[in-house]
């Protein structure tokens, strides 16, 4: 059974950088045809797929948020983490990791995955 922790600050300034990690147990993070991604949800809104790193390192952003996106991963640690530059108040959300091992690249920016994070809420404020 994969299971997956966000880590990360809560609170972060307008204009710098978010960093969260996803420390994953009970699988391999280059194990094949692994998916592992970052989702959102903004306070009153639906879930936001931000990216996904594949078992090989791989990796697929949203349009909307590729030039302010970056993920990244630690084999070594088993971690995968998440860079989201230039942050505003609209950045504020809860921030969850994500897993699956049954979907295909086309399928990795729709968020229905077999494992979930509990979230971590992430405010962006001065």
């Known amino acids: 059974q994969v299971q997956l922790q966000e880590s990360g600050p809560g609170l972060v300034k307008p204009s710098q950088t978010l960093s969260l990690t996803c420390t994953v147990s009970?699988?391999?993070?280059?194990?094949?045809?692994?998916?592992w991604n970052w989702i959102r949800q903004p306070p009153g809104k639906g879930l936001e797929w931000m990216g996904t790193?594949?078992?090989?390192?791989?990796?697929y952003y949203s349009p909307s948020l590729k030039s302010r996106t970056s993920i990244s991963r630690d084999t070594s640690k088993n971690q995968f983490t998440l860079q989201l530059s230039s942050v505003t108040p609209e950045d504020t959300a809860v921030y969850y990791c994500?897993?699956?091992?049954?979907?295909?690249?086309?399928?990795?920016?729709?968020?229905?995955?077999?494992?979930w994070g509990q979230g971590t809420q992430v405010t962006v404020s001065s």
């Open positions: 994500a897993a699956d091992g049954t979907i295909t690249a086309a399928e990795v920016c729709v968020p229905v995955y077999s494992y």
């Open positions: 009970g699988g391999s993070i280059t194990t094949n045809y692994y998916y």
């Open positions: 790193i594949s078992y090989s390192g791989s990796t």
